[in-house]
């Protein structure tokens, strides 16, 4: 059965999509079977695969309101070799038509049941907010990636992250936290190195050993519809990503070991 990851921070800016993107690009490049789930309203997981989200026939979102089969929906990237789920600004719309119902919370989790054993793993870019779409992601998810600036406030947001999860856990036992990761890092500033230091004292081993560094080519690689991988495998955010993608498969093999 393939592993659900949500990557998920309330906090916007912190590389979620970026991490979604790359990692899941990584993971095929160690031969695994990947679909991205773009659960963000502003599609930029679709269109940082190279699939226009102006023009999609079907999205998550019919899959989500309209009881659409998941695998009618799906899109093949090329070159980043993952499928898709893709998302526009249709999705805005779900936020507020999954709130009146049935079984809202696990209506992806429903969806994707008959999927499961097809992936090696499933990664789900969550939106920027706590939102019923993050409950879905949630619910649905066996593992969660929190992506992080080594700063101050995202400190105080991880609190109100980890009390969702909490709670979440009352409906999807499953659910864990996999890792923390850090990203944009910058070795050279003190405010950075304190706050890994932090967070290391705090989550100990739940903190990814690979760090994102901020690097050019992984800011351009969007604009170009494709993972720092297929852009420029020689940078450095292409190889902390394949770092990652080592790391998040050997969390995997002592999990189901």
């Known amino acids: 059965m393939g592993r659900i990851i949500a990557i998920a921070n309330q906090k916007g800016g912190v590389g979620k999509t970026t991490t979604t993107v790359n990692l899941s690009a990584s993971l095929v490049a160690t031969k695994r079977k990947v679909l991205v789930i773009d659960l963000d309203p502003q599609g930029n997981a679709t269109m940082g695969s190279g699939v226009n989200k102006h023009e999609l026939e079907s999205s998550i979102y019919d899959v989500l309101v309209d009881d659409m089969p998941a695998r009618d929906a799906i899109v093949k990237t090329d070159p980043a070799g993952y499928d898709i789920l893709p998302a526009n600004g249709d999705l805005t719309a779900a936020e507020v038509q999954l709130i009146d119902m049935d079984g809202k919370e696990s209506r ?5 049941d008959p999927l499961v054993d097809d992936y090696d793993y499933i990664v789900i870019d969550c939106p920027p907010s706590l939102n019923m779409l993050t409950v879905n992601a949630f619910v649905a998810a066996h593992g969660i990636i929190i ?6 406030y995202a400190l105080e947001g991880l609190t109100a992250l980890m009390n969702t999860i909490e709670r979440i856990q009352q409906i999807n036992p499953e659910l864990r936290i996999d890792g923390l990761l ?4 910058d070795p050279r500033t003190s405010l950075t190195t304190d706050v890994s230091a932090q967070l290391i004292n705090h989550f100990g081993d739940q903190v990814y050993g690979t760090v994102i560094p901020r690097n050019i080519r992984l800011a351009e690689a969007p604009s170009y519809g494709m993972p720092v991988l297929c852009y ?13 993608a080592g790391e998040v498969n050997r969390k995997c093999q002592s999990i189901s070991a």
């Open 108 to 112: 992806l989790r429903n969806a994707l």
């Open 147 to 152: 992506p992080m600036q080594c700063e101050y």
């Open 182 to 185: 850090r990203t944009m890092y």
């Open 232 to 244: 420029d495998k020689s940078s450095r955010g292409a190889v902390a990503y394949l770092a990652l």
